[in-house]
């Protein structure tokens, strides 16, 4: 046998040749092994990564929005006293700033549009444009989100009877009383626009109800008690 054989019987037996050895079948090392990658793990990985990253969008959607509605409202404030003369008219347009409503006791400050589409509401609040304004008798019907866009209505569900809510327009000041404590409704039921009592000037504010669900509606109802008509001062809210 001459050296060249004898190198080569040596290299086949050694752990980890590849090699077929005499009278056996082909025999790999596990340490020369590859590993696998199986269709279901990628799948899974690739699941977990979509719940992890629409979970982090759920939860920063709400900061998201009322980020977005704080700036919408600086600017809805500067723009309010200068809408006098399309407010006189009744020219102002869906989005446009209507009015100014407070309830100190809820820290409820908002400046309501125009409307009450999606877009007009991501400002907060919109006015229902088929209900009335302040300066006529009737129903003044504001509606408002609770979660989202600045939540101008989270602490709704707070009212009681006898509480102020003080409304600001372009052309006066008003203050409403609230005589009774809010009630919940089916979202296709919209009677509290249209049925109040007859007699006085009212004010309608409703929002999604239970607070983060669209499930019912939250109404709370106020009736006019005092009310000051003058043009407020170009140039900024007091």
């Given amino acids: 046998m001459d050296v060249l054989s ?106 309501v549009v125009e409307g009450t589409s999606e877009a007009s509401l991501r400002a907060g609040a919109g006015h229902y444009p088929s209900s009335d304004l302040p300066e006529s008798s009737g129903n003044v019907a504001i509606a408002g989100h609770r979660t989202t866009f600045g939540k101008p209505f989270n602490r709704m569900d707070e009212l009681t009877p006898g509480d102020e809510i003080f409304v600001t327009t372009p052309l006066g000041r008003y203050t409403y009383t609230v005589i009774r404590s809010p009630w919940v409704v089916v979202p296709t039921d919209l009677s509290p626009l249209r049925r109040y009592p007859k007699r006085g000037s009212f004010l309608t504010l409703m929002s999604c109800h239970p607070e983060g669900s669209a499930t019912y509606r939250i109404v709370a109802r106020a009736r006019l008690t005092r009310a000051v008509d003058r043009l407020l001062a170009v140039g900024g809210i007091r």
């Fill in 6 to 111: 004898v190198r080569r019987m040596i290299a086949e037996s050694e752990p980890g040749s590849s090699r077929s050895s005499p009278g056996g079948p082909s025999q790999r090392s596990p340490l020369n092994r590859t590993n696998r990658t199986y269709p279901g793990h990628t799948f899974f990985l690739a699941l977990c990564v979509f719940v992890i990253l629409v979970g982090v969008g759920l939860a920063a959607y709400p900061w998201v929005t009322n980020l977005w509605a704080a700036r919408v409202q600086d600017s809805l404030k500067s723009d309010l006293p200068g809408n006098a003369s399309d407010y006189r008219a009744g020219l102002l347009a869906n989005g446009e700033a209507l009015m100014r409503v407070r309830v100190p006791r809820l820290d409820i400050d908002v400046i």
